[in-house]
Nanobody
Framework: EVQLVESGGGLVQPGGSLRLSCAAS????????MTWVRQAPGKGPEWVSAISSGGGITYYADSVKGRFTISRDNAKNTLYLQMNSLKPEDTAVYYC????????????WGQGTQVTVSS
């Protein structure tokens, strides 16, 4: 029932920018905190960022703070991640997820979108 569909990934050069989107359906979107989680090849999942249900409170991993901005448009049931000053180490599959961390057993992930940062 809960459906999360990420889009916007792709290949970008170091220092470049990309905006990811997550279209949500099947639940009352504006009642839920949302998060972005990423997983690099051969690595475990890494929490990236989270946002409160109303969009007024945001959280970032130290590795992305100052470069990434999480936001949401509750009228459109859409979550965003604006990524600036991208680094090769940002290369990963990025997942939209419900909850503060996205890592709880009850949290739902989308299918993911690939972000590759390379020259």
């Amino acid at each position: 029932e809960v459906q999360l569909v990420e889009s916007g990934g792709g290949l970008v050069q170091p220092g470049g920018s990309l905006r990811l989107s997550c279209a949500a359906s099947g639940f009352t979107f504006d009642d839920y905190a949302m998060t972005w989680v990423r997983q690099a090849p051969g690595k475990g999942p890494e929490w990236v960022s989270a946002i409160s249900s109303g969009g007024g409170i945001t959280y970032y991993a130290d590795s992305v703070k100052g470069r990434f901005t999480i936001s949401r448009d509750n009228a459109k049931n859409t979550l965003y991640l604006q990524m600036n000053s991208l680094k090769p180490e940002d290369t990963a599959v990025y997942y939209c997820a419900t909850g503060r961390t996205g890592l709880g057993q009850s949290d739902t992930w989308g299918q993911g979108t690939q972000v590759t940062v390379s020259s």
